[in-house]
């Protein structure tokens, strides 16, 4: 299987994750209803970088995360992600590649309502074959939740919930970690409660893009890319990410 891993000179920690954009375009719609969510998209994402995504609502940030965790085949371009080369691939070829190097972490959690935290984790090991079925209460202890393994969604706070989702997106054991608006519905200290998991992760050579409508945020990344009606508006590299610790907003 094709991976992009490096060592990481300072830390021996392997690097995973990045990704190459040439000319990627995406239309939804036919005809004169048709609209450019991605028009001409090139970007590089090192292996190992927290990435941030800005940019205003509608400017295609959704679009480019669909297309890099294979969620959703670009119309045009090519596109290699963690090593693997996704260009020309159909929905169907797409499914592999989402299980085997891939995490999705979503705005409102996504998480079963009928299902218990635990089981929430479980399911994604059983539906990935990846990873193992015993390691869900320790990915739920790792977020902090190992008192609240058999609770359901419903008896979970916002934060709680989305900690169990990001377990969940862990328990596939991903080089990529792809999270949208990840504390879009959640207050300040949940917030950054889900922000230090994120970049905990990131530290342990994971890849993590996440799109965010708070600047603030950008400081903890190591590549912010500003979107603007389909398309890259500018790419700033940090050397000196923030601690989540020091961000506020
Ligand atoms: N499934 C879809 N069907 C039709 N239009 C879509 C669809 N998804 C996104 N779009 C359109 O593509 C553009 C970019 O959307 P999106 O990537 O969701 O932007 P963002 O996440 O930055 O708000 C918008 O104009 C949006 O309306
Ligand atoms: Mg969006």
Redesign the pocket.
């Known amino acids: 299987m094709a991976h992009t891993s490096t060592q990481d000179a300072g830390t021996g920690v392997t690097l995973r994750g990045g990704a190459k954009l040439r000319g990627v375009s995406k239309s ?2 036919d005809g004169e209803a048709s ?1 450019a ?1 991605l028009d001409g998209v090139d970007l590089d994402l090192g292996a190992g970088e927290l990435v941030v995504v800005l ?1 205003p ?7 480019l995360l669909n297309v890099l965790g294979g969620i959703e085949p670009a119309g045009g371009g090519s596109v290699e992600v963690a090593g693997v080369d996704l260009t020309g691939r159909r929905p169907r070829g797409l499914a592999g590649f989402r299980r085997d190097h891939i995490g999705f972490v979503f705005q409102f959690f996504n998480l079963v309502p009928t299902l218990t935290a635990r089981e929430n984790v479980e399911v994604m090991v059983e539906l990935t074959g990846r990873g193992e079925r015993r390691d869900a209460a320790g990915l739920l202890e790792s977020v902090g939740l190992g008192d609240r393994l058999d609770h359901f969604p419903a008896q979970l706070s916002g934060g709680q919930q989305q900690r169990v989702a990001i377990a969940r997106a862990l328990a596939t054991d991903p080089d990529l970690l792809l999270a949208d608006e990840p504390t879009g519905a959640l207050d300040v200290a949940t917030g950054k409660s889900v922000l230090r998991l994120l970049q905990r992760t990131n530290r342990e050579g994971r890849g993590v893009l996440m ?1 965010t409508h708070n600047a603030a945020i950008a400081r903890m990344a190591h590549r912010v890319v500003t ?1 603007r009606d ?1 398309r890259v508006e500018s790419v700033e590299r940090n050397a000196a990410p923030a601690d989540v610790a020091d961000v506020d907003w």
């Open positions: 939804y719609g609209v969510a940019g609502s509608g400017s295609g940030k959704t679009t799109v979107m389909g």
